[in-house]
């Protein structure tokens, strides 16, 4: 069983050539996640698990993310979270 992810996303780059940077905030700990469009070059998410996690940048949303043995992405789970839910528990 493979590492699992929990946080959200902070930042967004798209490169020219394809390549996704993604700034994931999870436990307390900023981390840069990548995704590379020539597979020759490694990399640890998908294409398409690089383009979910793109598209919840700016919006309430958990992300969980499951890597295999081989520490590749495998699965992503989204979830919305409102910050205002919190606030409510006077």
């Known amino acids: 069983m493979g590492k699992i992810l929990t946080g959200y996303v902070f930042m967004v780059r798209r ?6 940077d993604i700034g994931f905030y999870s436990d307390d ?8 469009a020539d597979s020759s070059k490694g990399g640890l998410l998908t294409k398409e698990i690089a383009h979910a996690l793109a598209e ?4 309430n949303i958990w992300a969980e993310i499951r890597y295999n ?22």
């Open 15 to 20: 490169h020219t050539n394809g390549d996704i």
């Open 29 to 36: 700990e900023e981390l840069e996640l990548r995704y590379f």
């Open 56 to 59: 919840t940048l700016g919006r």
């Open 69 to 90: 043995d081989d520490d590749v992405s495998s699965s992503v789970e989204l979830e919305e979270f409102d910050e205002d839910d919190e606030s409510e528990e006077d």
